[in-house]
């Protein structure tokens, strides 16, 4: 029977999963997020175009592969309409190849400002949320207060969205917290009547049906492994299960139906927002890398924390998802170092450990590196597996021996076409 394949990121998100979807669309039918939200930032590049997608899948300029939004996902309407305006003014016919979950669940401008006001409240020890009413939509969905897509076309949505809203106001009161709804509510509005001229489905029947037909699905997912509400670092993560089994509960896909698991990792690290980041440069290669990578978040912009190749955090995350191939990217940035540090394991309680502990702060890990030597050579416009450099072959193998999974794809730009197959 043919499985369902799914994509998804290993480190702290940002690796590079929307370009990967982008090259992989041709080969499958349906492309399928399961998870996150707005939140996400997946950019892709071609043609010298760049586009960053949100919630929308990263299917959706191929002219074939239907796109869905399944029922983990959280979509703030108002967001999703900006996207679907964006990709229509660039000719991408969105209503015909979007479908979306009756069981996903909707971002609230009260949401979005609970977060904000939740986020104030913990002062220097925020999350570093992207404030898109993330934490707060699942919390609601959780203590199934929720309010979802299937719901907007009930007489009494009106009703449901007041008597939410009036839940809201008080957690708002409770923060002290100023706003000013009015202002926020057209938007929302305008924005749900959008929506409702999309195709909604069943997500589970849908993904059911499709694989009985033989049809082949690439399930997206977003974040990274890392930022996972149950196996990232707690509580600097986001509000849903990132990892592979999220696909299983955010599409309805059951667990002996996954096949491929692609695991997508940068050939460096980087975190955006707060929480312990063991590999971290807190100095001028950090910067270094940063400028070089354009490390900047495709969702707020903010600059992205940089550090070396984790490898017990990447075992980690292999192990957590059961990750069959990976995909490492950005190897172009390396280029401009001379060597490259790849931490093997960490110091813990004065042992050698090769596995991510319970914390991994700064007072509980310390790393420790292995040095290798850079290969100091323009990759961007390389197009086969035989024209990489020795010194990058070597650093592939190393991580392979490591991890004991095969790399697949190497990439080495951000455009479609930089992108180099190893097998
Ligand atoms: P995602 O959230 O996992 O989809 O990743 P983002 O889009 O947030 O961040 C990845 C960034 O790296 C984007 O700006 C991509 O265009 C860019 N990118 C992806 N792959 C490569 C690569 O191999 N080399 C370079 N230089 N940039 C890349
Ligand atoms: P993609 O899909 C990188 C981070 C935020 C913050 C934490 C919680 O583009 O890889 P949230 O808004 O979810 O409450 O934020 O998670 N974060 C991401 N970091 N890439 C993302 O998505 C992220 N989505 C959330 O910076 O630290
Ligand atoms: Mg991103």
């Not at 492309?31 to 960053?52: C, D, M, S, W, Y």
């Not at 909707?106 to 949320?129: M, N, V």
Request: proline share 5%; glycine share 10%; charged share 25%.
């Amino acid at each position: 029977m043919i499985k369902a394949d799914v994509l998804l990121g290993l480190q702290w998100g940002d690796e590079g999963k929307g370009k990967i979807v982008d090259v992989l669309t041709p080969k499958y039918d349906i492309i399928a997020r399961f998870q996150g939200g707005p939140n996400a930032g997946h950019t892709l590049e071609f043609n010298g175009i760049k586009h960053v997608l949100h919630t929308i899948p990263s299917g959706i300029f191929h002219p074939t592969a239907l796109n869905v939004v399944g029922n983990g996902v959280v979509i703030d309407p108002v967001i999703f309409k900006k996207e679907i305006d964006a990709l229509t003014a660039m000719g991408v016919d969105v209503k015909k190849k979007l479908v979306i979950s009756k069981r996903a669940h909707l971002i609230l401008p009260t949401h979005r400002l609970i977060d904000a006001a939740s986020e104030a409240a913990k002062g220097k020890d925020k999350i570093g949320s992207t404030l898109k009413g993330i934490g707060p939509t699942y919390m609601d969905k959780t203590g199934r207060n929720g309010l979802r897509v299937g719901d907007v076309e009930g007489v009494n949505f009106k009703d449901k969205y007041k008597a939410l809203v009036e839940k809201h106001k008080q957690i708002l009161e409770f923060h002290n917290y100023s706003y000013n709804l009015a202002d926020l509510e057209p938007a929302f509005f305008e924005a749900i009547e959008e929506l409702k001229k999309l195709t909604f489905i069943d997500s589970e029947h849908f993904i059911n049906d499709a694989i009985k037909k033989g049809q082949k699905i690439l399930a997206e997912g977003a974040q990274g492994s890392l930022l996972d509400i149950d196996f990232g670092s707690y509580p600097f993560v986001t509000s849903s299960n990132t990892i592979c089994a999220g696909a299983c509960n955010g599409l309805g896909i059951a667990p002996n139906r996954i096949g491929n698991v692609i695991g997508i990792f940068k050939a460096y690290c980087t975190r955006v927002g707060s929480g312990p980041f063991p590999t971290e440069l807190d100095n001028e290669v950090g910067e270094k890398m940063r400028q070089v990578g354009r490390e900047f978040g495709a969702t707020t912009g903010r600059p992205r924390r940089c550090g070396w190749l984790d490898i017990p955090a990447l075992k980690y995350a292999i192990a957590i998802n059961g990750v069959t191939e990976l995909m490492m990217m950005k190897a172009d940035i390396l280029s401009d170092f001379d060597t490259l540090q790849v931490c093997t394991h960490y110091l813990h309680k004065g042992e050698k450990i090769d596995y991510l502990p319970y914390s991994i702060e700064p007072s509980d890990v310390t790393p420790v590196y292995e040095e290798l030597k850079g290969w100091n050579v323009d990759l961007t416009k390389m197009t086969s597996k035989t024209s990489l450099p020795q010194e990058l072959t070597d650093y592939i193998n190393y991580i392979e021996k490591l991890v004991e999974v095969p790399i697949s794809i190497v990439s080495i730009g951000p455009d479609r076409t930089q992108t180099i197959f190893m097998s």
